[in-house]
């Protein structure tokens, strides 16, 4: 997946509890992404980093939190998880010298 | 709200046909234009980007544009049973930072 990990794979979390998605790129790539994916949907931009130090909202960000402390990473933590955030969520980054977006494995979310 | 419409499909087509994928987007302000290949349980890969008014040829795939009707096509020459898949159209946000706007994808089906 164009150099990109995401951790965890799968992950089930009971309402309430917290997790951080985590987002790692081996490329130097200064943009990085976090979508959402539902059946049925497309995907829906959560929050964006333009570069290392900085994050911006995107359409959906309500309930999530991000970090990029560093260039390589980009983590998407879920501070109390609700059923409503039940979820393909994918980590993509925008490609040197381009303005194509290329996207990781993703995390299968369930939230009982 | 800007939108990316997609016709949801199914899309059946026989081998060795032509399938002819839509999409059209309300923001005006898009440059860019992208269309992405989804299997079943995997992340998003880049079939094809246009920028500018007119068709585009890679191989197999060929993508059109049409700014003032708003409006993306991909045709895929020669259908094959691999070509079986979700594609979904994109399109970058007049908002900037290449971030990018997602139709819920045409499932397209292609039988032997």
């Known amino acids: 997946n164009a150099g990109v990990t995401q951790t965890p794979k799968f992950q089930v979390l009971k309402t309430g509890q917290s997790m951080t998605l985590q987002c790692a790129q081996d490329?130097?790539?200064?943009?990085m992404y976090w979508y959402r994916q539902d059946p049925g949907m497309g995907l829906r931009l959560i929050y964006y980093s333009a570069s290392e130090g900085t994050t911006d909202k995107g359409e959906v960000p309500n309930g999530y939190n991000v970090s990029r402390l560093n260039k390589r990473e980009f983590s998407l933590r879920l501070e109390s998880a609700a059923p409503s955030q039940t979820s393909v969520y994918f980590c993509a980054f925008v490609g040197r010298g381009t303005d194509t977006q290329y996207f990781g494995p993703g995390t299968r979310l369930t939230v009982l | 709200q800007k939108e990316v419409e997609q016709n949801s499909g199914p899309l059946s087509v026989p081998e060795g046909a032509i399938a002819s994928l839509n999409c059209t987007y309300s923001d005006r302000g898009s440059q860019s234009f992208f269309w992405y290949r989804q299997y079943s349980g995997k992340s998003p890969e880049l079939i094809m980007s246009i920028y500018s008014n007119g068709d585009k040829e890679d191989g197999r795939f060929t993508a059109q544009l049409n700014k003032a009707s708003q409006y993306v096509s991909l045709l895929i020459r020669d259908s094959q049973p691999s070509d079986s898949a979700t594609y979904l159209c994109?399109?970058?946000?007049?908002?900037?930072?290449?971030?990018?706007?997602f139709g819920a994808g045409t499932r397209l089906a292609v039988h032997p």
């Open positions: 994109a399109v970058t946000s007049s908002g900037g930072y290449n971030k990018l706007i």
């Open positions: 490329m130097n790539h200064n943009s």
